[in-house]
């Protein structure tokens, strides 16, 4: 059974902190990684993605993967309110088995 | 340019009656993923069209779940009869096969059974 896990939590920070997302995953042939944010009452939007090891950067956002250890991480610099969302991980093998966590609620406090 | 097009936003029905889900992928994607979401199992995969083929049904709940992808612009997810567990978000997503898979997901239909 190809699992995805997230703390739940909620994850408060300060605005202008950095937050921190973390997201294991069981399938070891997974190939491709993905961040989404969902607002409450809207669709997940596409973050990031992440297919090799090592770090990624896009602005703000850092996504992390290390396959070794089945772990991809999200790192959000410079935290802002309008980043307050929940976050999902997804993990799929060449675009096929899709599976997302559960995903982490953050709250960033002004 | 025009996003993953879902119809109706909301659906409010009755306990055995048959809902039709409609969605239009983004043009040019090949692969169109059926979602559900609900507080307590999340986001669930229900089955994915790659060129307008059903690779993939496994979490289709029961039987009294369907979907079709009859061309490249359209596919129907379609309860018959509805129950009120089945009521949930649904969202469709659409992605090009190769070599991202990044998906792009849909405004969500909002389904109540009553």
């Known amino acids: 059974q190809k699992e995805v896990e997230q703390n739940s939590g909620p994850l408060s920070v300060p605005e202008g902190a950095i937050a921190s997302l973390n997201c294991t995953y069981s399938d070891r042939g997974s190939q491709s990684f993905f961040w989404y944010r969902q607002y409450s009452g809207k669709s997940p939007e596409l973050i990031m993605s992440?297919?090799?090891?090592g770090d990624k950067e896009d602005g703000r956002f850092t996504a992390q993967l290390n396959k070794a250890s089945q772990y991809v991480s999200l790192l959000i610099r410079d935290s802002q309110p309008s980043d307050s969302a929940t976050y999902l991980c997804a993990v799929s093998i060449y675009g096929q088995n899709f599976v997302f966590g559960p995903g982490t609620r953050l709250s960033v406090l002004p | 340019d025009a996003g993953v097009i879902q119809s109706p936003r909301h659906e409010v029905t009755e306990m055995g009656q048959e809902v039709t889900l409609r969605c239009k992928p983004i043009?040019?994607?090949?692969?169109l993923f059926w979602y559900r979401q609900t507080m307590m199992r999340g986001l669930e995969l229900l089955i994915y069209?790659?060129?307008?083929?059903?690779?993939?049904d496994s979490g289709m709940p029961e039987d009294r779940f369907s979907a079709k992808m009859p061309n490249a612009s359209f596919s129907t997810l379609k309860i018959q009869p509805s129950e009120p567990r089945d009521s949930a978000v649904y969202f469709c997503a659409s992605s090009v096969t190769g070599p991202s898979y990044e998906q792009y997901f849909g405004p969500g239909t909002r389904l109540t059974v009553t």
């Open positions: 043009s040019g994607h090949n692969s």
């Open positions: 992440i297919y090799s090891n």
């Open positions: 069209f790659n060129n307008n083929v059903p690779i993939d």
